[in-house]
């Protein structure tokens, strides 16, 4: 790796800084002064390039700043002309900011770094830092493959409706998101065209497919969940199919509901069932305390039945005086004694009397 | 400078063409070719002759288009809103190249032939066929038919799916949401009316069971359950075991009453 990093950099390097000339503009600006230079114009255009070359605005100035300062610290004592040296040295400076700044790279967990070498695939790089060749021979695309990211279709917003048509010909309004992460990097960055737009087209016809198979009051309530495994799933062949290098990690309903110009209907039935179930509430309470009351009745009746078996003609005496005691104590009686003659008796005397 | 044109990169995802003076040199750099491993390929560096090669990039990978919606009406006279996308790849840049140019061009030149063949397939069939799973050999259908002009171009297709179908907007879907509400108040009368039963038939078994009840208690003694039951009915009827007695009773005896028997003396 440093052996063949070093040997390809060189010639580029060279190319590329424009290395000569970075040299020569800060000899004359340290030597001859700030003031505008006639002849020396020309040359002041290529040192623009440096930055590119670079790949940081940094590089030149800290650079200009350090052969500065070697220049004076050294300047006087080298014998030969300080011009030689000092590019030279700006050139390894340049090259070293370089290929730090794009031979090494640090992979995050959860990322995989595709290398492509001029152009062809060379490798993938795991978490860590990683060395690879300079940035024209080598690129490393760094893709987050553990990221799980989340396509969303239709919205649970009451103006946004994502109608589709049910497999009974209704219609439900659909809102759903997918989940789905990269499990292949190198298909995801060469197989397809757009990944993340081919997701969304997918999900829609995945989604489509089986809510057309199934009726509008399964895809409301019961089956919601095996709708959402089945087109994760149909997703997931669509997407292998393609050799997409995406994972679909679940899809989630996050609406399904009727449209909002049947949803009165679809109200008027909940209240429809609301009605049937308190006309059967009614129905049960009374059945309750019907039951409830036969049984008392019953049991009250044997109870005293009980007692009456024992001493039947005292018991039926004894309840017909209790009975026509409490009937007659509260009532004005009358008692016609003949035709035509009739007299109004005290209240209350008259049935302690009889009791006897 | 000389270094830059004579070299070029070939990545991964292109394929490369080179045009000599305007005609295309037989060989493509970086053919696509069915599950080749990546690394493998022909991906990498090129060589050309300046000023007079010049080359021509197309696509590897597998590139869409989508159709324009299209209204289609269905055998029992149904319309139907269709989206379809297509997914095709270049396998042939040179053919593709010389019949098209760019792949945006085949895109245009395949998206009409996509919207009849669709319009055809589903023209073929009742609404609820095109609702139904069936769908499958239909769209198969329509990618064989597509593949065979996407050929002329080079061009070999992946995929054709629908992507909605929809009702359109205006008296198909309000019809559509009028029957929905249709079916539902109906299924609110038929549930209303089905509480309503059920709860009838609740009361009458309460009711039978009752009598049963009372039934089994009274029958072991009729002539004692006709006496107790007068008793309790006379007090009921005569407001005295009532908390706020209805009305006030008046009694008019005759001496013969046998509660006024002993009141006489006889005996």
New interface residues.
């Given amino acids: 790796m440093e052996r063949s990093s070093g040997a390809g950099d060189e010639p580029i390097a060279v190319m590329n800084e424009g290395g000569p000339w970075g040299g020569r503009g800060d000899d004359s600006d340290g030597g001859g002064g700030k003031g505008p230079l006639g002849p020396r114009n020309p040359w002041s255009q290529p040192p623009r390039k440096r930055p590119e070359g670079a790949r940081g605005p940094a590089g030149p100035s800290a650079i200009d700043e350090l052969l500065r300062k070697g220049r004076e610290r050294f300047g006087g004592n080298l014998p030969q002309g300080n011009g030689k040296p000092v590019w030279i040295w700006g050139v390894v400076v340049l090259l070293a900011v370089w290929l730090l700044l794009t031979g090494i790279h640090r992979i995050e967990p959860g990322e995989r770094g595709v290398i492509t070498r001029l152009g062809r695939y060379a490798g993938t790089f795991q978490p860590g830092m990683q060395m690879s060749f300079p940035a024209p021979i080598d690129k490393v695309s760094i893709v987050p493959v553990e990221t799980i990211r989340s396509t969303q279709i239709g919205s649970a917003a009451p103006d946004a409706q994502n109608l589709m048509v049910t497999g009974d010909q209704n219609i439900i309004d659909l809102a759903y998101a997918v989940r789905w992460n990269i499990r292949d990097p190198e298909r995801y960055l060469f197989e397809l065209e757009d990944p993340d737009g081919t997701v969304q087209q997918v999900a829609e016809s995945a989604m489509r497919a089986e809510i057309a198979k199934v009726t509008l009051n399964d895809a409301i309530g019961p089956q919601r969940s095996q709708i959402e495994a089945m087109v994760a799933q149909r997703m997931q062949e669509i997407l292998d199919s393609y050799r997409s290098g995406i994972a679909v990690r679940g899809v989630a309903i996050n609406q399904a509901d009727p449209p909002a110009a049947v949803m009165d209907a679809f109200k008027e039935v909940s209240a429809a069932q609301q009605d049937a179930q308190s006309y059967m509430n009614g129905a049960r309470a009374y059945a309750q305390q019907l039951r409830e009351k036969a049984a008392g009745e019953s049991a009250a009746f044997d109870r005293v039945y009980a007692q009456y078996r024992l001493a039947p003609e005292v018991t039926r005496r004894r309840m017909y005086y209790e009975t026509m005691e409490r009937v007659l104590a509260k009532t004005d009686k009358t008692i016609v004694e003949a035709p035509g003659v009739q007299s109004y008796l005290p209240l209350t005397q008259l049935p302690k009397g009889a009791a006897k | 400078m000389l270094l830059f044109s004579t070299v070029a ?5 292109k394929q490369a063409l080179i045009v000599r003076l305007g005609r295309p040199v037989p060989g493509v750099y970086n053919a696509y070719k069915p599950n080749e491993d ?2 493998r ?1 022909g ?3 090129i060589f050309r002759i300046p000023f007079v090669d010049t080359i021509e990039w197309v ?6 288009f ?1 159709m324009d919606r299209q209204s289609v009406l269905s055998t029992d006279q149904l319309r139907l809103e269709v989206d379809a ?1 297509a ?1 095709y790849r270049i396998v042939d840049p040179l053919r593709m190249f010389t019949t098209a140019r760019t792949e945006r061009r085949v895109s245009e030149a395949l998206r009409p032939i996509l919207g009849s063949s669709l319009r055809n397939e589903l023209g073929r069939r009742t ?2 066929a095109l ?3 069936e ?1 499958g050999q239909l769209m198969d259908n329509i990618q064989v038919r597509l593949n065979r002009v996407a050929r002329q171009y080079g061009a070999e297709i ?2 054709v ?7 359109p907007d205006g008296t198909p ?1 309000t019809s ?2 009028e029957r ?2 249709g ?3 109906q ?3 038929t ?2 009316a ?3 039963r ?6 009458a ?3 039978a ?3 049963r ?2 039934a ?3 029958n ?2 009729p002539a ?2 006709d ?2 039951r007068a ?1 309790q009915s ?2 009921t009827t ?4 009532d908390a706020n ?1 209805r009305g ?8 013969d009453n046998e ?2 028997k ?2 006489k003396g006889q005996n």
């Fill in positions: 990169i070939v990545p991964e995802t990546y690394g390929t991906a990498g560096l696509d590897k990978r597998v590139l869409d989508d996308y997914r609404f609820a609702l139904s799973p769908r992946v995929d799916r629908i992507k909605r179908a929809d009702l879907l559509a949401f929905m509400r079916a539902r108040q299924e609110a009368l549930l209303r089905q509480g309503m059920e709860a009838q038939v609740t009361r078994d309460a009711d069971d009752a009598a009840v009372y089994d208690a009274f072991k003694d004692f359950y006496f107790y008793m006379y007090r005569f407001g005295t075991d007695p006030s009773s008046n009694v008019i005896l005759s001496p509660y006024l002993q009141f």
